[in-house]
């Protein structure tokens, strides 16, 4: 089944995943998912940002950093030159 990322954070499925992939507008994450993530869970343990927005993902990465996730690489890539 696929869902809006918002429709499966407010059901909870996200406290069932193993691992968490996001690939958000450039707007950076909605509430909704955000809130989710920040939700005290023993999963997930890994999660996975994919973002062409540089302000939205230090804005995203600073709640989640604040929140319960630990960042521990991040890599730049220009993909479109």
């Known amino acids: 089944e696929t869902a809006p990322a918002a ?3 407010r059901r909870g499925d996200l ?3 193993d691992v ?3 690939d958000p507008p450039r707007k950076g994450l909605c509430a909704d998912v955000l809130k989710a993530l920040l939700r ?4 997930p343990r890994k ?3 994919v973002s062409c927005g540089f302000d939205a993902l230090q804005r995203d990465l600073a709640a ?4 319960r996730w630990r ?3 991040v ?4 993909l479109f030159p």
Not at 40 to 43: E, G, I, L
Not at 75 to 78: A, L, P, Q, R
Request: hydrophobic content about 60%; proline content about 7%; cysteine-free.
């Open 7 to 9: 429709v499966v954070a």
């Open 15 to 17: 406290a069932h995943a």
């Open 20 to 22: 968490i992939v996001v």
């Open 40 to 43: 005290p869970a023993p999963k």
């Open 47 to 49: 999660l996975v940002y």
């Open 64 to 67: 989640l950093v604040a929140g």
């Open 71 to 73: 960042l521990d690489r």
């Open 75 to 78: 890599e730049g890539h220009v």
